[in-house]
């Protein structure tokens, strides 16, 4: 291959040393203005970039090597990786206003549109049932009015925000802390594989970066800035939610939550931060309102229930919710005996109305 690089691949170059990060590449950039400027020096130049350690010096200066660099970036296209630097038009302008944006992204389908609102939805990886079921619900509804799903590709909440988006045909975004050409985790595949055409795969992280745990805090800013919104569904006291939370705070962007019950762990966090002024959410259409979409609800529980032909059937599903609840409360609320209530709730299972999540332990079946 040629020793001349493009200004594309020499930006390659800087975005993938090794240990350099954010911070130090700006440093260079100072000093030298561009990435080609800085490949081109012969290493007296970074003697005088205060921030760079001997090591940092020593991996700039080994890296040099055009072929290896031409033949890397050639493989993004084989591997059907795009690349964007920051003072490209392709890079997404949201990100331009936080703080420490990334030089450089990876992606793997597609950005987000510009002209379309996104609302990152966040929360715990160790979800409840309801915590599950709604963030498929509203990320369906949302999806379904045209908004952008944005999320983290992580187990739990963040998982089911996607699926529920991509079952409802929306668009969905999965912002990694590892590189596009890696699933993480791995549970996660075929939910990976199909958002890269139902939206895209993006991270700031070279291809081959494993994930690390310091790397997931650095995404969450690229989650909410990406975002006109950030949604959190379930999150205890001490969640990685109400980091991405806070970033999008400062970054001036509207936070919403879902309420969730005062005993149960995971809600604690959504419950406070309805506390410090982020706004309740119990629909779709409390988000979209922020934005001026009409929301036309397409929810079919009603005819559900019209469509059931027993009365007793309807009192026993009216009676249920996405949060679980026990057969003996249930028998309390209809007066039913344990006979004849056992029978209706596994036909209403039988129908597929209703789920039994554990053992005597009902929800209604919801639909995205």
């Not at 975002?227 to 806070?246: F, K, N």
Request: a neutral charge.
């Amino acid at each position: 291959m040629s020793d001349n690089m493009t200004k594309k691949e020499y930006w390659f170059w800087l975005c993938n040393l090794e240990q350099i990060g954010i911070k130090k590449i700006q440093a260079v950039l100072d000093f030298y203005g561009t990435p080609e400027q800085a490949y081109l020096d012969n290493g007296r130049g970074l003697e005088q970039i205060s921030v760079l350690t001997a090591s940092d010096k020593e991996i700039m200066l080994k890296s040099k090597e055009s072929e290896r660099i031409q033949e890397n970036y050639a493989k993004l296209k084989d591997k059907g990786i795009y690349f964007v630097t920051k003072e490209e038009d392709g890079y997404p302008s949201r990100l331009h206003n936080i703080y420490n944006p990334p030089f450089a992204l990876y992606i793997k389908g597609a950005l987000p549109r510009e002209d379309r609102i996104s609302i990152a939805v966040v929360g715990a990886r160790n979800c409840t049932y309801y915590g599950r079921e709604t963030a498929r619900h509203l990320s369906g509804k949302l999806a379904e009015a045209g908004v952008q799903i944005i999320s983290g590709l992580a187990r739990g909440i963040d998982g089911y925000a996607h699926e529920g988006a991509i079952a409802a045909g929306g668009s969905t975004y999965g912002i990694e802390g590892c590189s596009v050409d890696i699933c993480y985790p791995k549970e996660n595949f075929n939910i990976y594989m199909e958002m890269q055409e139902k939206g895209g795969i993006i991270s700031e992280y070279g291809p081959g970066r494993h994930p690390k745990a310091c790397n997931f805090p650095m995404r969450n800013r690229l989650i909410s800035g990406m975002s006109d919104g950030i949604l959190v569904i379930e999150a205890r006291e001490r969640s990685g939610s109400l980091i991405t939370a806070d970033l999008g705070l400062e970054q001036g962007k509207n936070v919403y939550s879902i309420p969730g019950r005062v005993q149960d762990c995971c809600s604690v966090g959504c419950n406070n931060l309805i506390k410090m002024g982020a706004k309740m959410v119990t629909g779709p259409e409390d988000i979209l309102e922020d934005y001026g979409i009409f929301y036309k609800d397409c929810k079919n529980q009603i005819k559900k229930i019209d469509k059931l032909l027993e009365t007793k059937e309807k009192i026993v599903y009216a009676c249920l919710s996405s949060f679980p609840k026990h057969m003996n409360e249930i028998g309390g609320e209809t007066n039913l005996s344990v006979m004849e209530l056992s029978e209706i709730l596994m036909n209403l299972e039988l129908k597929n109305y209703i789920r039994q999540i554990r053992k005597n332990y009902y929800v209604y079946i919801s639909e995205t």
